[in-house]
C-alpha cells in the first residue's frame, strides 16, 4: 500500500475472534484506525505485544485498533492456537484471522509484525514494520489525532 490509498474492505477472514465480523465503514468516520499485522510463530510479534497492549490501552477512546493474524505456515492456520497465543498475549482487540491470506494480498503486506495507521476518512497516513519503533508509531497516530508534543 502506498500512503494515502484508501483502507481495503475487511474481506476474507476465515474467523473474527473478540468481536463480531466488521467492515471499513464500521471503522471510517469517527476515529482512526490502527491496524496491526501479527502470527503465532512470530517470537517479535510476541515480544512486542505488551507495547501494542499498551498502546491500544491508552488510545482506547480515540483510536480503533484491529488485529490480523496473517499466517506464515500451515502451522500458523490452527484456530485453537491463534485463541491460545492471543488469549496468552492479552490481545482483547478484535482479531482478524486471515488463513486464506486475502486481506494480507489487498495491504501487499509481506511482514509481521506491521503496523497500519489510516486517517478518520481511510487513508493510508502510516506504515511500518517490526518490533521496535512504537516512538515512531506514537508520534505518527499522536500527528492523525492532531495532538502535538507527544
Known amino acids: ?69 496473517m499466517p506464515r505456515s500451515e502451522q500458523d492456520k490452527d484456530l485453537n492456537e491463534i485463541k491460545s497465543v492471543a488469549r496468552e498475549h492479552d490481545i482483547s482487540q478484535p482479531i482478524f484471522v486471515d488463513n486464506e491470506r486475502k486481506l494480507t494480498d489487498a495491504f501487499k503486506n509481506r511482514y509481521v509484525p506491521a503496523y497500519y495507521v489510516f486517517d478518520s476518512d481511510g487513508k493510508l497516513r502510516h506504515y511500518q514494520s517490526g518490533g521496535g519503533g512504537m516512538n515512531m508509531l506514537r508520534k505518527r497516530v499522536n500527528r492523525v489525532l492532531g495532538k502535538s508534543g507527544k
Open 1 to 69: 500500500m502506498r500512503l494515502r490509498d484508501p483502507m481495503p474492505e475487511l474481506e476474507g477472514a476465515e474467523k473474527w475472534f473478540n468481536s463480531r465480523p466488521m467492515s471499513r465503514k464500521d471503522l471510517i468516520g469517527e476515529k482512526p484506525t490502527l491496524i496491526h499485522f501479527w502470527s503465532v510463530s512470530c517470537g517479535t510479534c510476541k515480544t512486542a505485544m505488551p507495547k501494542v497492549n499498551d498502546f491500544r490501552d491508552e488510545y482506547k477512546r480515540e483510536l480503533n485498533v484491529i488485529t490480523v493474524h
